[in-house]
């Protein structure tokens, strides 16, 4: 049984239940796993509003202060190139059109540093993948 489905429960409804509870969960996991680095959460699932947008999954500030936005995919396993092969450019676009929204909002004059950081659960392994992508 791979981290994901003990994090839900072995044999609950939970361990087969939907794509939002996996979801969710592997956001738990990727948190739990930041804060052990020190990281501070700063929002959870921030969206932009109307269709189109974007999601950002963690926005976790570092003790540094640099601003950290957090991608979570979670796969059973590696296969098909694993989690973090799952970020695809369109997806990465969208994670910034959702970061710039962001900071409009919560630092329209000045923005903190910031960095785009993947957290790929593949099975049982935790990969934290730092600055996995830049804005352009």
Request: include cysteine.
């Amino acid at each position: 049984m791979n981290l994901l489905a003990r994090w839900l429960g072995a044999g609950s409804t939970e361990a087969s239940g939907s794509t939002k509870r996996k979801g969710d969960a592997a956001e738990s996991l990727a948190l739990l796993h930041l804060q052990s680095q020190g990281f501070k959460l700063v929002q959870r699932q921030f969206k932009t509003p109307g269709r189109g947008g974007g999601e950002i999954d963690l926005v976790m500030r570092e003790a540094s202060g640099t601003l950290v936005f957090v991608e979570v995919r979670a796969r059973k396993d590696a296969s098909a190139g694993g989690a973090a092969a799952s970020i695809t450019a369109a997806k990465q676009r969208r994670i910034v059109f959702a970061a710039r929204h962001y900071l409009q909002r919560h630092h329209p004059h000045s923005p903190p540093p910031c960095r785009f950081d993947v957290v790929a659960i593949d099975g049982d392994q935790v990969q934290w993948i730092r600055a996995a992508f830049q804005a352009e």
